[in-house]
């Protein structure tokens, strides 16, 4: 009688060990699945659907979309592989977030990130900061090799450069699906990304 209460316990040990693995694996997967945001989900909401001016009409969205993608240079559009302005719907959508991408860098973080040879192993975080309850800073250095013919001050040429960097998220409130209806969520979104050169 013993035994079989041991055998008991041990299997209703090794149910709940796997039991408890099959939860760890799909708490996981959702927050895998949860984490795939797009470069688009990073920008305040105004940034893609407008602001007042779009008046939440389809026309006024479509309007502020196609601004943005004409606004792209298409030097920087060509970086990352992308069409004219105008070529398809979707072309238009990723010039325009990343237009808006564009106009929330300084001149230091294009330079380092919409350079289109930019690496996510090149770049370090070197500290963040929860400033109040709806500002967070992280700060973070970006080596890259320089472009050819960049030169210091002093007129020798740049083997590799460090570019530290400062972003700054806000909290920003959006639309999330939710049981037959839509609620309303926070979520953190780039406000800007500002650095200088460290020597």
Known sequence: AAQKAE???????TALGAAGVARAEALRVGIEHRCAHSLMDAL??????????????????????????????????????LAPAGADPETDLDRAVLQALHERFDSTARRALLSGNFKH?????????LVDDE??????????????????SSGAEID????????????????????????????????????????
Do not use: H, I
């Open 135 to 152: 500002t967070y800073v992280q700060r973070f250095e970006v080596r890259r090799r320089p472009r050819r013919g960049e030169e210091r």
């Open 160 to 199: 590799e450069s460090v570019d530290v960097l400062t972003a700054t998220f806000a909290l920003d409130e959006r639309l999330a699906p939710s049981y037959k209806s839509a609620s309303v969520v926070k979520q953190w979104a780039l406000k800007s990304v500002v650095g200088e050169v460290a020597f």
């Open 44 to 81: 305040p909401v105004d940034d893609v659907l407008g602001g007042d001016d779009t008046c939440g009409s389809l026309e006024g969205l479509q309007a502020s979309l196609n601004a943005r993608a004409v606004s792209c240079d298409d030097k920087l559009a060509s970086r990352f592989g």
């Open 7 to 13: 055998r008991q316990r041990a299997a209703m040990r």
């Open 121 to 129: 192993r090149n770049a370090t975080v070197l500290s963040s900061l």
